[in-house]
Nanobody, 126 residues
């Protein structure tokens, strides 16, 4: 099993920054190569992919809407994955979820991620 806990959400102004953290625990996380991704869901919209990183951190992937603004990284000794969000826009407002898959792929889709956190709210004011 893998347990995921997100933190770092909050209120930011347009153009501001926030850093989300996802702390993972569980024997599975420490025993297998686990890719971790961030997804988000705004009210009335479907959950969408934001970014993902493989086990070693050598590969990352981003949605076009966040490229050059968001950066995903991981610190394996701390079992933590980060999402640094810069130049925030009102359309970034959503509930952000951390998800994990027993895979080394970064092309993650929600149906392939058996492990999810509870989410952390990000609100960007205009």
């Amino acid at each position: 099993q893998v347990q995921l806990v997100e933190s770092g959400g909050g209120l930011a102004q347009t153009g501001g920054s926030l850093r989300l953290s996802c702390v993972a625990s569980g024997q599975t996380f420490n025993s297998y190569m686990v890719a971790v991704g961030w997804f988000r869901q705004a009210p009335g919209k479907e959950r969408e992919f934001v970014a993902a990183i493989n086990w070693s951190g050598s590969r990352t992937m981003y949605a076009d809407s966040v490229k050059r603004r968001f950066t995903i990284s991981r610190d394996n000794p701390k079992n933590t994955v980060y999402l640094q969000m810069n130049i925030l826009k009102p359309e970034d407002t959503a509930l952000y979820y951390c998800a994990a898959a027993l895979s080394n792929r970064v092309e993650l889709v929600p149906s392939e991620c058996p492990y999810w956190g509870q989410g952390t709210q990000v609100t960007v004011s205009s």
